[in-house]
């Protein structure tokens, strides 16, 4: 591991954060624009046919500050998330949006990270397996299976893998997070954190169980771009001058290919906080197919409500998302790889 | 007998578009304490031949027969876990390209300690690193580089490394595969001394190649020319400078430049054949000024006179006395 | 020097019969399943053996889904629709709305493209990272928000989409008109004094055209995927329209109970037409020599 002395580390953590700002800034105004081309206000876009008194709905729109000028709104809102506050609900009036996202986001979170993983691991196995028989049947097998991987229509997937998983084998349960028989208690709202923390295994792999179909489904799709990034990669490195002076010394082959996967590994990297995005989007449909109550699915469910404050606070929240894990991937792109320079 | 001996060695690269044949029923004796340069112009087989001997061709290659007797055993029919103890303890190699020749996100100490491990030259990590400081000290560069990338030094001081790296592991023989060609003129015959220095303290063989016949002269005890995938002539230094017997190693000597005369310098007219179809007779009669009927038709013999070795039909009636 | 720039394309049909070249097969094999896919659509009111929205059964048998058979090759729904016709008819929207969305985003971020990356000021910055933030944001979250904005219907779906992809055309055309602008031919161009639309549409635009057809596979399957999650969750046509990400929708309750026809064929349709335009895209990609992101 390379030695890092704070400083300049720290140093270019910031100025990483701060160049995420105007990303997270300019979807937040594209989504307030978005929501304010919707005709007549939000609240009447709510309701719909639904009557309400015209006292009433004037009181919802002065709640909601919608009788302010736009720019006043703009800042205002803003603010609010800057605080924590993404607004109240236009259906369940007065609800806080924050107290709901706050509920839902650690099951997206639990989710994505293992849908991620796998994804990585998919990857860098088929891809590696790919580079070391290039050329051969497997090669242009896994070529063509990771096309296919990435075409995979998410719901479809899922179902499939809830047939066969779910309903014929009846090895793994189709939907939620947890059974109901099993009691867990909550930390972190990350289930199988929270499981080992309190040491509940029961717990742990009842959660796990409920982990694996969605979580496979992300990962199997997503996986594709990595087997195909890896597999270049790989080839490249491993036909490269330095692997082949590792093997004039003498060192073992399962050694070299360390070496060599460590280095492929690196443009990788780089790749993570694109795959990651596309894998929340990913996400919405998986929660939506297997019942999983994260951000995903509550944004679906507020979209058929047409709750549009709701929706504008989960887009963000996922803005947000978004922002810090490329920020994450930055730091870790920094770390591993000692020719970058801060 | 001697420490390496090669004998009928073919080397060839399947491509689709035919079979180079790299390296041609290629014969070659190295004594211990010998510096035997080769020499050759570029594609003439040399690296080919020098990474036949540990067997680290890069696909496709492949060695379709002949033998390399190391000490005795042939290398060629070596199990692959079994020559890897021979590579880096027995015989060493460094590359021509220093920036590309080192894994650029492991410290140097990390790859160089690395190897003194795998052999069970060093009994811990302790001990590698400190005999690794040893080795960056040995080429001139100060222990404390051991944590530094890659990246942080210059090309010749990547190239010490390199030769840090196999001379650490003590081999008998070193490999140098066009190891200065990658840099500048002044580094260059630093790495030339150090090299020679090197071979002395720790009493190495060296084959070195390259396709600078003048950098073969100064430092050699033999050299040995290759054109088209043969060895076209092998004589001690001084003959062959001297006396070069082939035409082709007398067009590579008109072709470099002499400091202390002004002739001329004259290149080889044509180019080295295709290797997928090489010209019938000997290699070299579509160049050679001196070509007549036979060499169109037949391949000359690598014949032997009085302690050097030449392949060309001029020299036929001597060789047959003998 | 124009030769450094790459080959022009030259398309046509017998062209790319004809001859070897990597990718070819690749290419082929997604034409065919797309114009398959096209075709069965357009022919779906000839060849459906039932209206995709009636009743095909007996009144007995409503509201169980009744498994394959002769008379019902994929079986049919609780309201007794036959599966089969709606499968024929059931790629007639998601057809329009990614052909539309393609049409808007190209018609937009290609010359956003070009003229940004061509000029390369400070309308240029400030449109990159407008894109560069709108093209790192999941894009089916984003297309759900602008479509439940607008209302379910295929015309506001296309709309959606083409937000999320205009930035895909937009960067890719981008990054090869500032390659190209670099390269010598173009100054030369300018320094005969051609007036700048004439050089950006005769020595820019053909250079960039062969992205422009890698991008259109590529991001034609990302499309076809999204348009597929806003039907599914009823974001671009109401039941009982035919459409196979909405149908997927609707077979959600039932297969678990073991109707999976309800679920099989709409989403295998989908995954079939999202690979049809992957494979077009890589074959083209391999075969221009273009290296891709994914
Ligand atoms: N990986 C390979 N695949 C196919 N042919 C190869 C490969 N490597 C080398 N060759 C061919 O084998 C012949 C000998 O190559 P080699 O690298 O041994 O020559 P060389 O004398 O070392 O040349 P140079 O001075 O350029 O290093 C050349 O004709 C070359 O084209
Ligand atoms: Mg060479």
Redesign the interface.
């Known amino acids: 591991m390379p030695r890092i002395s704070l400083g300049p580390l720290a140093r270019y953590i910031i100025i990483r954060a701060l160049m995420i700002i105007p990303t997270i800034l300019i979807l937040y105004t594209l989504v307030f624009i978005i929501l304010r081309i919707i005709p007549g206000n939000p609240v009447e876009a709510a309701l719909g046919t639904r009557y309400i008194p015209p006292e009433i709905k004037q009181r919802m729109i002065e709640q909601l500050g919608l009788n302010k000028p736009l720019y006043v709104q703009y800042f205002q809102y803003l603010l609010g998330v800057l605080h924590g506050n993404f607004g109240t609900s236009l259906v369940i009036v007065g609800r806080p949006i924050s107290a709901d996202l706050k509920n839902r986001f650690p099951a997206t979170l639990e989710l994505a990270v293992w849908g991620f993983t796998l994804s990585v691991i998919i990857g860098l196995t088929t891809g590696t397996f790919a580079a070391l028989k290039r050329g051969s049947k497997t090669d242009s097998a896994l070529r063509i299976l990771s096309i296919i991987a990435y075409t995979l229509f998410i719901p479809w997937f899922g179902m499939m893998l809830q047939l066969i998983f779910g309903v014929y084998l009846h090895w793994l349960p189709t939907s939620g997070r947890l059974s109901a028989r099993v009691s867990l208690h909550p930390i972190t709202g990350i289930y199988t954190l929270d499981a080992l923390l309190t040491g509940n295994w029961p717990a742990f792999i009842d959660a796990v169980k409920h982990l694996i179909l969605p979580s496979l489904t992300l990962g199997i799709v997503l996986s594709g771009a990595y087997t195909r990034l890896v597999r270049t990669n790989m080839s490249e490195v491993l036909a490269s001058d330095f692997i082949r002076a590792y093997k004039a010394r003498g060192i073992r082959d399962r050694k070299v290919l360390l070496h060599a996967l460590r280095n492929a590994f690196i443009p990788v990297v780089t790749m993570m906080g694109l795959q990651f995005a596309i894998l929340l989007g990913g996400a919405v449909l998986t929660e939506t197919t297997f019942s999983w109550p994260g951000i995903g699915s509550y944004l679906v469910e507020k979209v058929s409500l047409r709750d549009y404050t709701a929706i504008q606070g989960t887009i963000i929240l996922f803005a947000f998302f978004v922002g810090l894990i490329s920020l994450i991937v930055d730091i870790i792109y920094a770390l591993i790889d000692p020719r970058i320079r801060y | 007998m001697a420490l390496l001996e090669i004998r009928g060695l073919n080397v060839e690269y399947p491509t689709l578009s035919g079979i180079v044949r790299a390296v041609v029923d290629a014969n070659l004796e190295v004594e211990g304490g010998e510096w035997v340069s080769i020499v050759g112009e570029s594609g003439s087989g040399k690296s080919t031949l020098a990474y036949s001997i540990?067997r680290?061709l890069?696909?496709p290659g492949r060695i379709r027969s002949g033998s390399i007797l190391y000490r005795g055993v042939d290398l060629v029919k070596l199990p692959e876990r079994e020559l890897?103890?021979?590579?880096?303890?027995e015989i060493?190699?460094i590359?021509q390209?220093p920036m590309?020749?080192?894994?650029?996100?492991?410290?140097i100490g990390d790859?160089i300690a690395?190897?003194l491990l795998?052999?069970g030259i060093a009994k811990d990590k302790a001990e590698a690193y400190s005999l690794a400081g040893d080795a960056l000290e040995e080429v001139g560069i100060p222990r404390n580089r051991l944590?530094s990338?890659p990246?942080q030094l210059s090309g010749g001081q990547r190239q010490r490394v390199?030769i840090a790296?196999?001379v650490a592991?003590n081999p008998r023989i070193l490999i140098a595969d066009e190891p200065t060609t990658a840099l500048d003129v002044v580094v260059q015959a630093k790495i030339m001394d150090l090299l020679e220095e090197l071979k002395e303290k720790h009493d190495m063989t060296i084959i070195f190649i390259t396709h600078d016949i003048a950098l073969a002269a100064e430092r050699s005890t033999r050299i040995v020319v290759m054109y088209a995938g043969h060895i076209m002539e092998d004589a001690p230094a001084e003959q062959l400078v001297e006396n070069p017997l082939h035409p082709y190693t007398q067009g590579l000597l008109n072709a470099t430049p002499d400091l202390w005369s002004d002739k001329r310098i004259e290149s080889i007219p044509g180019y080295p054949p295709d290797l997928r179809r090489p010209p019938p007779g000997c290699p070299f009669h579509p160049r050679c000024p001196r070509a007549w009927g036979l060499c169109r038709s037949e391949k000359p013999a690598l014949l032997d006179l009085n302690g050097r070795r030449v392949a060309c039909h001029l020299y036929r009636r001597e060789g047959a006395g003998r | 020097m124009a030769r450094i720039v790459g080959r022009p394309i030259g398309f046509s049909l017998a062209g790319m019969l004809r001859g070897r070249y990597p990718g070819k097969k690749m290419m082929l094999t997604g034409i065919f399943i797309i114009l398959f896919i096209i075709m069965i659509s357009i022919l779906a009111p000839y060849i459906s053996p039932y209206p995709p929205a009636q009743r095909s059964v007996p009144i007995s048998q409503l509201g169980t889904p009744q498994p394959p058979s002769w008379k019902h090759p994929m079986g049919t729904n609780n309201l007794g629709y036959d599966m089969f016709s709606r499968i024929l008819y059931g790629g007639r929207v998601i057809l329009y709305v990614v052909a539309l969305a393609a049409a808007i985003s190209l018609g937009i971020g290609v010359p956003l493209g070009l003229v940004s990356g061509f000029y390369a000021g400070k309308l240029d910055r400030i449109l990159s990272v407008t894109m560069d933030s709108i093209y790192a944001f999941p894009g089916i979250i984003l297309a759900i928000a602008i479509a439940s904005v607008l209302g379910p219907s295929p015309k506001n779906a296309a709309i959606s989409l083409s937000v999320v992809y205009i930035p895909t055309y937009y960067r890719m055309v981008r990054g090869k008109t500032l390659e190209i602008k670099e390269m010598l031919f173009i100054e030369a161009a300018k320094s005969l004094g051609l007036p700048d639309r004439i050089t950006l549409l005769r020595h820019v635009l053909p250079n960039v055209a062969p992205i422009i057809l890698v991008v259109f596979g590529l991001g034609s399957t990302d499309a076809i995927l999204t348009e597929a999650g806003l039907s599914f969750f009823g974001l671009t046509v109401t039941y009982p329209k035919p459409d196979w990400g909405l149908d997927l929708y609707m077979g959600k309750d039932y297969f678990l109970s073991g109707a999976w026809w309800l679920v099989f064929f709409p989403g295998l349709m989908i995954t079939l037409l999202a690979l049809g335009f992957a494979l077009l895209g890589e074959g083209l990609a391999e075969k221009l020599e273009i290296r891709t992101e994914r």
């Open positions: 540990t680290l890069p696909p890897r103890k021979y590579r880096g303890p060493g190699m590359f390209d590309t020749s080192l894994d650029p996100v492991r410290t790859q690395e190897a795998e052999h944590k990338y990246h390199l790296g196999a592991l």
